[in-house]
């Protein structure tokens, strides 16, 4: 789902049905538009502003939980990168090929995840270096002592962690946002911009607060979508720790 996109065809609609409903009002015979007219439909749509303002504020909640946690698992993973390559460097000079594939990896990573400078698509599938070539140089490492072999086993560990820590970034990529409720939500709120037209006077005044009214409901969508792609977008988790991550590789 391409957020602006979206966020511009639901204020397309809300606003749209606020007009159609200013619009309306000229073909409705007086007694419909009576002050106990007014007032059921005030009650009614009271309803439906409740429920889709909850929707929303559950929508907003739920992607911010999961932007934050995928922002906090990305700065672990840095920190983890950083540790593993400091527990190899202390193995001895045997680990030089393990820690120049962790710093290859890294690389890789960081040039699939946040691709923005490169005008490119975000991948975050993780590859062969991941899955494969790091941790089989790490395996195929030979203690000699008791150190090494508390330092392999270490190592060992956290190379498995970070490649099931790339393959649930991966997995947990796909949206969260479920198109149906979004469609449904901008239906309730088409419905309200519409009755709100219907007993609004036809003036300047009440065109640009229904205008305005419209650009902050899509506004929120718009953040709910950004929220749901957080290696992407215009609010995409920073790579700030990895990159700092990276300079500490090697040395």
Not at 2 to 13: E, K, R, S, Y
Not at 79 to 101: C, K, W
Request: a negative charge; charged letters at 20%; proline letters at 5%.
């Amino acid at each position: 789902m391409n957020p602006p996109v979206i966020a511009l065809a639901v204020f397309g609609c809300l606003f749209g049905a606020a007009l159609l409903g200013i619009r309306s009002r000229a073909w409705l015979p007086d007694h419909h538009i009576s002050t106990e007219a007014k007032d059921s439909v005030r009650v009614a749509m009271g309803t439906v502003a409740t429920m889709a303002a909850l929707v929303l504020g559950l929508l907003v909640a739920s992607t911010k939980g999961t932007y934050d946690a995928e922002r906090n698992e990305s700065t672990h993973m840095a920190a983890r990168i950083v540790y593993l390559d400091r527990v190899l460097a202390m193995y001895g000079p045997e680990t030089a090929e393990a820690r120049s594939e962790l710093k290859q990896a890294t690389t890789s990573m960081i040039h699939h995840m946040w691709p923005e400078e490169r005008g490119e698509k975000v991948e975050l599938e993780p590859n062969e270096k991941w899955t494969s070539s790091l941790p089989r140089v790490i395996y195929a490492l030979a203690p000699k002592d008791d150190v090494q072999r508390a330092l392999k086993s270490q190592a060992t560990a956290m190379v498995d962690q970070l490649g099931q820590e790339r393959w649930l970034v991966y997995e947990e990529a796909e949206t969260s946002v479920s198109r149906t409720m979004l469609l449904v939500v901008n239906l309730w709120l088409a419905v309200l911009f519409l009755s709100v037209g219907l007993f609004a006077p036809p003036n300047g005044t009440v065109i640009v607060a229904l205008m305005l009214s419209a650009v902050s409901v899509s506004g929120a969508i718009f953040l709910i979508l950004e929220l749901d792609k957080p290696y992407g977008g215009l609010i995409a988790i920073s790579s700030q720790p990895m990159r700092l991550a990276l300079q500490h590789l090697g040395r």
